[in-house]
């Protein structure tokens, strides 16, 4: 099974800031079928990006992500107020299919 | 415009069962695979399983294979996810969710990341 160790933990930023999220693979997540999802309290998990860089229709090109192997990068630039949100990571390339932890950014 | 709409939310007791529904509309059914991922209290998401339609492949995760049973009804359009013996630990919200398909080299259609999630119903298992 495919671990994905996702930092940081709950990042504390303003609104117009840039974040950062990470997730590692604990082995190379194949053809780089990597999804990030965003979901906030009350909610169902909503697609941000799928194939390690591929926005999902109707997501705003401040989302941004990037990665290869066992080292992928989510990026949320210019933080509106609705990004504060969990943030997961999903292999679907092997499986059976894992999440990431989640990173919980956080209005600061 | 796709639509999946789970059934409602339940209680129960430990040791007894229960079986929680998942109704799709516009696309073609048969065509997609359906899977559903678990998300106990104040925690994350785990994939349990998929089922494609069009022939009942059903493929479980090892945490929940011999746990839960997953089935479909082509007839209404709905996937179910059952337990036999509930226990307290069960308790949970679990998410329908569509995965989009992509065309294998033998034309079979194999599930890829999840671009639609049901509304989640919460399961509560207390005695």
């Known amino acids: 099974e495919i671990v994905l160790t996702q930092s940081p933990g709950t990042p504390s930023l303003s609104p117009g800031e840039r974040a950062t999220l990470s997730c590692r693979a604990s082995?190379?997540?194949?053809?780089?079928?990597l999804a990030w999802y965003q979901q906030k309290p009350g909610q169902a998990p909503r697609l941000l990006i799928y194939?390690?860089?591929s926005r999902a229709t109707g997501i705003p090109d401040r989302f941004s992500a990037s990665g290869s192997g066992t080292d992928f990068t989510l990026t949320i630039n210019r933080l509106e107020p609705e990004d504060f949100a969990v943030y997961y990571c999903?292999?679907?390339?092997?499986?059976?299919?894992?999440f990431g932890q989640g990173t919980k950014v956080e209005v600061k | 415009e796709v639509q999946l709409v789970q059934s409602g939310a339940e209680v129960r007791k430990p040791g007894e069962s229960l079986k929680i529904s998942c109704q799709a509309a516009?696309?073609?059914?048969?065509?997609?695979?359906i899977g559903w991922v678990r998300q106990m209290p104040g925690k994350g998401l785990e994939w349990m399983g998929n089922?494609?339609?069009?022939?009942?492949?059903?493929r479980y995760s090892p945490s929940f294979e011999g746990q839960v049973t997953i089935s479909v009804d082509n007839s209404i359009s709905t996937v179910y996810l059952q337990w036999s013996s509930l226990e307290a630990s069960d308790t949970a919200v679990y998410y329908c969710?569509?995965?989009?398909?992509?065309?294998?080299?033998?034309?079979?259609?194999?599930?890829?990341?999840?671009?639609?999630w049901g509304q989640g119903t919460l399961v509560t298992v207390s005695s």
């Open positions: 969710a569509r995965p989009r398909s992509y065309r294998d080299g033998n034309n079979y259609p194999q599930p890829y990341y999840f671009d639609y």
């Open positions: 516009g696309y073609s059914f048969r065509d997609h695979w």
């Open positions: 089922i494609y339609p069009g022939d009942s492949d059903t």
């Open positions: 082995q190379s997540v194949r053809s780089g079928f």
């Open positions: 194939g390690t860089s």
């Open positions: 999903h292999q679907y390339g092997t499986a059976p299919w894992t």
